[in-house]
Antibody, heavy 120, light 107 residues
Framework: EVQLVESGGRLVQPGGSLRLSCAAS????????LGWVRQASVKGLEWVSS????????YYADSVKGRFTISRDDSKNTLYLQMDSLRAEDTAVYYC?????????????WGQGLLVSVSS | DIQMTQSPSTLSASVGDRVTITCRAS??????LAWYQQKPGKAPKLLIY???SLESGVPSRFSGSGSGTEFTLTISSLQPDDFATYYC?????????FGGGTKVEIK
């Protein structure tokens, strides 16, 4: 069974940093691209970032470019999102999701989501 | 960036109704479109990919069609479990973009 379990969400002050983790199981981790999608309260879905299956290509939404860094540790089957210079508008539920084998993907499995709150 | 526009934003329907949701892209995305269903407090669930391919395990009452800039998601006979919000997603180009969502409510 494919499972994606996020961790690391919490309340952080504006300008602060946070690292989200997503532990994957139930599939061959290195066969798939991965990504993060967020959803602010009662809002729609917003793609944040993706990383290809080999980890050498990363993609970011303009809203987070230069502040967030996506990475993967294939030895630990874990996806990360390093979030720096956080702003109030980054407050959202963040989902980890599994992409396909291509460079540009849809997401077939999602984690349960975790809340990141940015507030003073 | 490719803008994805869904209509309607809210749809009231009854069990057994045929429901159609439209998603329009601001430029051609060929057939690189996915549809998701989301229930309150839950993660999105993939329904359709490549415009019309049904994800494994998804009931056959769901179907997708379209190409280029106009796409539709159809539920042939609405069931109680289908009341949810539906999103389309472009995966032709980065940045990946989602439609604003269509909430299907009980009439």
């Amino acid at each position: 069974e494919v499972q994606l379990v996020e961790s690391g969400g919490r309340l952080v002050q504006p300008g602060g940093s946070l690292r989200l983790s997503c532990a994957a199981s139930g599939f061959t981790f290195t066969d798939f691209a991965l990504g993060w999608v967020r959803q602010a309260s009662v809002k729609g879905l917003e793609w944040v970032s993706s990383i290809n299956l080999s980890g050498d290509r990363t993609y970011y939404a303009d809203s987070v470019k230069g502040r967030f860094t996506i990475s993967r540790d294939d030895s630990k089957n874990t996806l990360y999102l390093q979030m720096d210079s956080l702003r109030a508008e980054d407050t959202a539920v963040y989902y980890c999701a599994r992409g396909g084998r291509g460079a540009i993907v849809y997401f077939d499995y999602w984690g349960q989501g975790l809340l990141v709150s940015v507030s003073s | 960036d490719i803008q994805m526009t869904q209509s309607p934003s809210t749809l009231s329907a009854s069990v057994g109704d045929r429901v159609t949701i439209t998603c329009r892209a601001s430029q051609s995305i060929s057939r690189w479109l996915a549809w998701y269903q989301q229930k309150p407090g839950k993660a999105p669930k993939l329904l359709i990919y490549k415009a019309s391919s049904l994800e494994s395990g998804v009931p056959s009452r769901f179907s997708g069609s379209g190409s280029g800039t106009e796409f539709t998601l159809t539920i042939s006979s609405l069931q109680p479990d289908d009341f949810a919000t539906y999103y389309c997603q472009n995966y032709d180009l980065y940045p990946l973009t989602f439609g604003g969502g269509t909430k299907v409510e009980i009439k």
